[in-house]
């Protein structure tokens, strides 16, 4: 089975900055990629994700997340953050052929205003 | 499109009692729903798979006949908590994927807090 990591357990910022949160994952085939979003007292939102193709994947809410398969990462981005971006971000992994994700330790994100 | 919910999104339940939870894909037809559980600040992890009509496949760890899992319908898929303990208060998601989603793709539920007393 695949893992997954991420590399920042929280992160605080503050409004205006960039974000960047780091994923990798051990998996050598083919994988569909995805970065979900849990805002406090809700549940998870899909951000992005990606199947194939463009390796710079966009998502909702400014986020976009780059796909480098020589690195086995899927790094999340969003240039400028803001303070309703407080939320706990998870990265997750399948391989190409299974339903089943495998998940992140998820990083928590606190944005100050 | 691709609507999941939960109910009840929480429950409270004394200690030896059993819980049902269901899940439902309230747009689409899932083929396949998922079963997490998710700790306070950690991550999902994955306790067992369904197809409809046949019986869930569950993660090494996962007590079988503690967590039953029936997927009757492709609208519908049920969580009991039998003989429920306080070490089984959390929060259970669920997940589907179906004919009208994207493939590989999963659709959370909004989740149910579990509180065993």
């Known amino acids: 089975a695949q893992s997954v990591s991420q590399h920042n357990h929280h992160v605080i910022l503050s409004e205006a900055a960039s974000l960047e949160l780091g994923c990798n994952y051990s998996?050598?085939?083919?994988?569909?990629l995805f970065w979900y979003v849990q805002y406090p007292g809700q549940h998870l939102q899909l951000l992005l994700k990606y199947f194939s193709g463009d390796p710079l994947v966009k998502g909702i809410k400014g986020f976009e997340a780059e796909f480098i398969k020589s690195k086995f990462s899927f790094n999340l981005r969003k240039p400028s953050v803001q303070w309703s971006d407080t939320a706990e971000y998870f990265c997750?992994?399948?391989?190409?052929?299974?339903?089943?994700?495998?998940f992140g330790a998820g990083t928590t994100v606190t944005v100050r205003a | 499109g691709a609507v999941v919910s939960q109910h009840p999104s929480w429950v409270i339940c004394k200690s030896g009692t059993s819980v049902k939870i269901e899940c439902r894909s309230l747009?689409?037809?899932?083929?396949?729903m998922f079963w997490y559980r998710q700790f306070p600040k950690q991550s999902l992890m994955l306790m067992a798979t369904s197809n409809e009509g046949s019986k869930a496949t569950y993660e090494q760890g996962v007590e079988k006949d503690k967590f039953l899992i029936n997927h009757a319908s492709l609208t519908l898929s049920t969580l009991t908590v039998t003989s429920a303990h306080p070490e089984d208060s959390s929060f259970y998601i669920c997940s589907a994927s179906g004919l009208t989603g994207e493939s590989y793709e999963q659709y959370f539920g909004p989740g149910t807090r579990l509180t065993v007393t």
């Open positions: 997750a992994v399948n391989a190409g052929h299974d339903y089943k994700l495998s």
């Open positions: 998996y050598g085939g083919t994988v569909n």
């Open positions: 747009d689409f037809q899932a083929t396949t």
